[in-house]
């Protein structure tokens, strides 16, 4: 088994003593470290030439959607297992899967947990595994500082997202799926999910299952600030006929817009006036606990 650990996060004293107390229990765990971007994608190609059945990946949102790009990328037979050792600010995906936060507990999973075949999602040719965002919520993720993020946690994007609400301006575009086209007139917010929650814990999309063969798309129009319990009520218990929250569930759906649209793939920046979302159904077998309840 190999453990890929994003190398930020390497030398953490917690890492360093679940990964010694893992060897005392198991064997033939192995450790890489990354440096820089496109690690992830080398370590993964190495493992499958290595036999390597299941791959542990090491850090937060962003290594887990570098990882899950660099497996689709292979034909689906050769595809590792995948197992999740979550240590980022955080850590969305697998929060919401129920995925320890204590790291040897994590550790004990990936080496004894079964695996269900899961699915991914894509923009364009970008593979992500829990959701895309656009528009505000985009724009928060990326323009968070990273100390303020690691001082802060999760909380540091909601800060964030108050300091810019004052000078958003809501984004237009066209969106096609297999069973509509539409103007999009005043997005606030636009969430394509595989996953249930983004942001540091904000759940998006409470009905959304990671084997179902659908994306959630979730869509926030602007809104009194008067309004905001109802915005939350929608956003808890979202409908395709909400007042300010639209959802719906579609294996694709094409999006264009005049102009660049801010864009996260869970948390990694990514721009196209253009983009084409899709499911990528039974796509990679994850390492999920019993309880996890994005399963449906």
Known sequence: MYIILNGKKA???SVRSAISALREE??????RVTYEYGDVERLVNEAVRDG?????IGGGDGSVNEVVDAMAKLPREQRPELAILPLGTANDFATAC??????????RLAVSGSCTAVDIAKANDRHFANMATAGFGAQVTAETPVELKNFL???AY?????LKAINFVPYQGKMKTPDFESELTGIVVAAICNGRQAGGGQVLAPNAYINDGLLDVVILSPFPLGDIPRVIEEIKHPTANGRYVKYFQTPWL???????IPLNLDG???QNRQIRFEIVPEAIDLVLPESCPCLK
């Open 11 to 13: 030398g953490y004293e």
């Open 158 to 162: 909601t800060l964030t997202g108050v």
């Open 26 to 31: 198991a064997e033939g765990v192995e450790v």
């Open 153 to 155: 946690g999760g909380g």
């Open 254 to 260: 094409e999006s264009s817009a005049d102009e660049v």
């Open 98 to 107: 129920r995925i320890p936060a204590n790291s040897l507990e994590a550790l």
């Open 52 to 56: 390597v059945t299941r791959i542990v």
């Open 268 to 270: 990694e920046p990514y």
